[in-house]
């Protein structure tokens, strides 16, 4: 088995579960996830659209997005309309993109986007909104919101719009349904509703309506969403019930009972039909489906997020994506074409290596933990290891008695008897065992290690016989049986066949083809098609007389790999060959890959892990578990690519709308992003371009970005396809010309100004001399402006320097903060400032708590660490408009302008802890500081600055004895030491009052010894 190096990224697999009648089934799928990588900066989606164009629209929490195969692109115009809570989208008849968020209704089309201004809502998060156009009036557009429908339409081909209600009065008040409708449907000319919990048909033209209710059997319930499918038939689905009329009816019927264990009861509803006809819908967790009368459900035990399905979207190839709630986008690979089986559907592991059927249409299965069946009336694996303890088993068939024959990894062929659960060792000893086959002969060939041997029907299967008259010895490797009986086997000493009871040795045309194993499978033609290494990993050989001939030839970029684990035919005499990088299917005209991104479970397919069901379908056995692909069929008549211009970018042009337009601009940058529609094809696609005017050969990316740095003027015409590596498809061509202009200076016109400038010259050079003394003149006089310049420059320079010297006086050498005089300037600035406009200007007094003992223990040079830090910290905590000064010593001064009583104790308290709440280290020691605080506010009426910073020192010194490290306000017209405290707790709080008085009058000392040393005069 061959193992791959890394998982793909973004796919996962989830389990499929069936409910009804009391049983329950299990497969698997595989998903892609789209969510912020994947360009979806907002993860709740909400709403789809698929435009005329085959472009996938997403509504989100955030904006609209636009898929382009591979990401999701937001479009910025819906951003620059602040459209965010998107909660539905619409394309109507004239291909304008509607969308409607919480507030706002516009409207996308040819690029630009329109609001409709008379339209306005405050929609809520819970309620339910519709957007519906009808077929007859293709400028106007229905919206159903809080009940009611209104209509918006122009009637100047969307120039300018009108909102109107769309039901008249008379018909709301004749019919009370109608006053509270759920949802709406546009069927031709008419509007089916929810409307109370009855169901109508509304004639908008004639102004009449059709009441379903109980007499037509439509019982009570909330209607959240209708589907007319393709045979014209009307379904209504509930929060109970689903109902249908069919086409030509007049009475709603339930097709299916819905099983209790289905909760329709969801706030945003689906209803879907899928390609095959089943109707899809959202549950409350997961999701529904009805296949004739069976319900199958899909929940978050299965692997689905728990949270609520928001809505699901059929494309147009009839991919089914999903949006969970808070999950972003997920999309089902191979929807209704490949389901698969994994160790959680039971299966004893992952690592499958083969399968078949017997006649009751049990499938069995050998994995690497031995045999399994999957059972089909219940649809789920049943485990055979208590009547078959064997592990390690690598291949299987089934014969006509209906025994299942395996082999394992140490030479046993097992007969095991599912009737009677009784299973025998028929051999023993072959070493590893690789294929068990049964030809139409009921010959049970085994290829081993040992050799090629066979049981025979003519002794009842019960002897193993050696393969002889001619076959080699050695080990056997792969065996195939043509249309006309004829047995090949591959061997390690090449390649035989089987005729008239005798081997014969066929000559290879390939070297080194007796060196290792190869694969081979023998076509309806009698042709053979055959592993290989040189020239190519696969050729097609005819045999004449005992040599093959090459007829045809398979290189490794159409399969895509060389490490080949199977090569088959099927009934159709198509050819499958199974790689570490998927299948290949050929068809006898073309080549088809399928991998993960299609629905295979996994790309590593495992050795001889090939099989074609009787009903033709086809089993394939992974390390990953085993993948059944219902409808092979299928597999031809999958679309080419289809490519579009999202959008290209002459320098800042945007010109995907304008083609064969001429541009005057300088070597102008091409950019181009390209847009590839088929979702389901995104990693299989390789874009092909080339640009006419600029080269000749064809460039290949697999990006979606186009890139020309610069283009010389001339006329160019970019093309471009898009070439499908898996199904060998390349789609229609995509082209835009335009043309880059010459300079001005090089076109004809300039050329004839030329010839004129010439004549004049010789008119004009007489008068040139005329000009010498002006010209002269005109020199000096810019001579002297520039001296001017330059004098005024110097000027600059040195009011500059001036400046600079004069902030340096202005600040404190240890802090940097304002030095005394310079606060005070600041604080008889802001005095007049605040008398004059009314202004509250409070002034704090700061000074460091038992600032002396940190100098006495630690020594100067910290404590001026301690300082410089302190201020800096104020001087971070303040805001832009305050100021901070040095008054003295420790104490600083802050100027706050316009801060309220009412703000004061939140600010302080962040200036307090701005200080206090970090020690302050440096290395030798580490100090938590606190800082005491008093604050004045200036009076209504003009009083001298020392007063007011007396009264703040006066706040001050009552910190310090209520205990430091707190804030004291000094009250309004007091000159006193009036104060309050403002809930300040600290450890100093805490302190008995007769050792907080001590402190406090002992640090008041040598504040007072500190100020009279260091402050500057003002």
């Known amino acids: 088995m061959s193992m791959r190096s890394c998982a793909r990224l973004l796919l996962n697999c989830i389990v499929f579960a069936l409910a009804g009648n009391g049983s329950s089934s299990a497969q698997h799928f595989v998903f892609s996830t789209y969510g912020q990588g994947s360009g979806l900066t907002n993860l709740n989606v909400s709403s789809f659209v698929q435009d005329h164009t085959g472009r996938i629209w997403v ?36 291909g304008r993109i509607w969308v409607l968020d919480s507030r706002h209704l516009v409207y996308w089309k040819d690029g630009v986007l329109r609001p409709i201004d008379q339209f306005s809502a405050k929609i809520l998060s819970a309620e339910g909104v ?34 109107t209600p769309a039901l008249s009065p008379a018909l709301l008040q004749q019919y009370k349904e109608l006053r509270a409708l759920s949802t709406v449907l546009s069927v031709n000319s008419a509007l089916w509703a929810g409307c109370g919990q009855s169901i109508c048909r509304l004639d908008l033209a004639q102004q009449r309506v059709q009441v379903f209710g109980n007499g037509e059997g439509v019982a009570p319930d909330t209607w959240k969403r209708f589907l007319l499918t393709r045979d014209g038939s009307l379904w209504a689905r509930g929060g109970k019930r689903i109902l249908c009329l069919p086409h030509g009816a007049s009475r709603f019927s339930a097709p299916v009972a819905v099983p209790k264990n289905l909760d329709l009861n969801v706030q945003e509803a689906s209803l879907l039909e899928d390609t095959a006809g089943n109707i899809v819908l959202n549950l409350a967790k997961g999701i529904a489906s009805l296949s004739g009368r069976n319900w199958h459900t899909i929940d978050e035990h299965s692997g689905l997020p728990e949270d609520e399905l928001q809505t699901l979207f059929l494309d147009r190839t009839g991919d089914l994506w999903l949006a969970p709630l808070g999950h972003g986008v997920m999309r089902w690979h191979g929807y209704g074409e490949w389901e698969g089986w994994t160790t959680s559907e039971g299966l004893g592991s992952n690592v499958v290596w083969s399968s078949a059927r017997d006649h009751a249409e049990r499938l069995w299965v050998v994995t690497h933990a031995g045999l399994d069946s999957l059972d089909p009336r219940q649809n789920k694996v049943v485990s055979q290891s208590a009547s078959l303890p064997f592990k390690r088993l690598y291949t299987v068939a089934v014969d006509s008695r209906q025994h299942v024959w395996t082999g394992d990894a140490s030479g046993q062929v097992i007969d095991f008897n599912p009737q009677n659960g009784k299973a025998r060792i028929a051999t023993s000893q072959l070493g590893r065992i ?12 085994v290829c081993s290690r040992a050799g090629l041997s066979f049981f025979s029907s003519a002794d009842g299967w019960t002897t193993p016989h050696l393969a002889a008259n001619g076959f080699p010895d050695g080990y056997a490797w792969a065996l195939t049986e043509g249309a006309d009986n004829t047995i090949w086997a591959t061997t390690g000493r090449g390649l035989f066949r089987l005729q008239n009871n005798r081997w014969e040795h066929i ?35 005819k045999v004449a007389a005992n040599a093959a001939h090459v007829i045809g030839s398979v290189d490794t970029a159409m399969l895509g790999s060389d490490n080949i684990t199977f090569v088959d035919t099927d009934s ?17 005209t073309r080549w088809v890959q399928c991998t993960q991104d299609d629905g295979l479970l996994w790309d590593d397919t495992d050795f001889h892990g090939f099989y074609a069901d009787p009903d033709g379908s086809i089993w394939i056995a992974t390390s990953a578990g085993l993948s059944h692909l219902i ?59 080339r640009l006419d005017g600029l080269e ?3 460039q290949d990316t697999d990006g979606a970005l186009i890139r020309y740095p610069a283009l010389n003027p001339g006329a160019y015409s970019l093309s471009v396809v898009a070439y499908d590596q898996r199904l060998h498809l390349t789609s229609s061509p995509l082209t835009l010309s335009f043309t880059v202009l010459e300079p001005w200076w090089r076109r004809t016109w300039f050329r004839s100004i030329e010839g004129l400038a010439a004549m004049l010259l010789l008119y004009g050079t007489w008068r040139v001399s005329v000009h010498l003394l002006v010209l002269r003149q005109q020199e000096l006089e810019a001579l002297v402006a520039s001296r001017t310049l330059e004098l005024e420059r110097e000027k600059c320079e040195l009011l500059n320097t001036r400046s600079a010297l004069l902030e340096t006086t202005r600040r404190d050498s240890l802090t940097g903060l304002l030095n005394r005089a310079a606060i005070f300037a600041e604080m008889k600035s802001m005095c007049a400032t605040a008398f004059g406009t009314g202004t509250p200007l409070a002034i704090a007094m700061a000074d460091l708590d038992s600032f002396k003992s940190i100098n006495d223990t630690y020594g100067h040079v910290f404590g ?31 100027l706050l302008p316009g801060l309220t009583r009412s703000d004061a104790a939140h600010r302080l308290e962040e200036l307090r802890l701005a200080i206090a709440g970090t020690p302050i280290c440096d290395g030798r020691a580490s100090v938590t500081v606190t800082c005491s605080f008093g604050v004045a506010w200036l009076d209504p009426t003009p009083k001298e600055i020392e007063v007011l910073v007396t009264r703040a020192d006066q706040a001050l010194y009552l910190a310090k004895q209520n205990g430091r490290n707190r804030v004291e306000f000094a009250y309004e017209g007091d000159e006193g030491v009036l104060a309050k405290n403002h809930h300040l707790v600290t450890h100093a709080d805490r302190e008995s009052r007769s050792r907080a008085s001590f402190s406090a009058l002992t640090s008041k000392i040598s504040v007072e010894t500190h100020r009279d040393l260091d402050a500057t005069p003002a």
């Open 59 to 94: 509504g989100t929490e955030s904006g609209v997005f636009i898929a382009d195969g591979a990401r999701f692109i937001k479009q910025k115009a819906f951003d620059d309309a602040h459209v965010e809570l998107t909660r539905a989208m619409h394309e109507d008849r004239s």
């Open 130 to 163: 519709d957007l519906v156009s009808v077929s007859g009036d293709p400028d106007a557009i229905y919206v159903l919101q809080d009940g009611k429908l209104r209509r918006i339409s122009s009637t100047d081909g969307g120039r300018t719009w009108q909102v």
């Open 434 to 445: 690789f294929l068990i086959k049964i030809d139409k002969q009921e010959h049970i060939w």
């Open 507 to 541: 000559d290879l045309p390939f070297p080194g083809g007796t060196s290792y194993n190869f694969m081979i499978a023998a076509a309806p033609d009698g042709t053979l098609w055959a592993q290989s290494k040189k020239p190519s990993p696969m050729l097609h050989l």
């Open 572 to 588: 159709r005499g198509w050819v499958w060959v199974g790689s570490d990088n998927g299948v290949q299917v050929y068809n006898g």
């Open 631 to 689: 409808h092979p069929e299928h597999l031809f008549t999958q679309e080419a690519p289809k490519v579009q211009f999202a959008e290209v970018r002459l320098a800042n042009l945007d010109i995907s709308g304008q083609p064969n337009r001429s541009f005057d601009l300088r070597e102008p940058a091409l950019s181009v992003r390209l847009l590839n529609t088929n979702y389901n094809r995104r990693n299989a696609i390789v874009y092909r371009f």
């Open 696 to 698: 000749r050969e064809w």
């Open 864 to 894: 001026d660490l301690v300082l410089r830090e302190c201020a800096g910290r104020i001087g971070h905590a303040v805001r832009p408009t305050d100021w901070v000064g040095r008054y003295g010593g420790e104490e600083l001064l802050i």
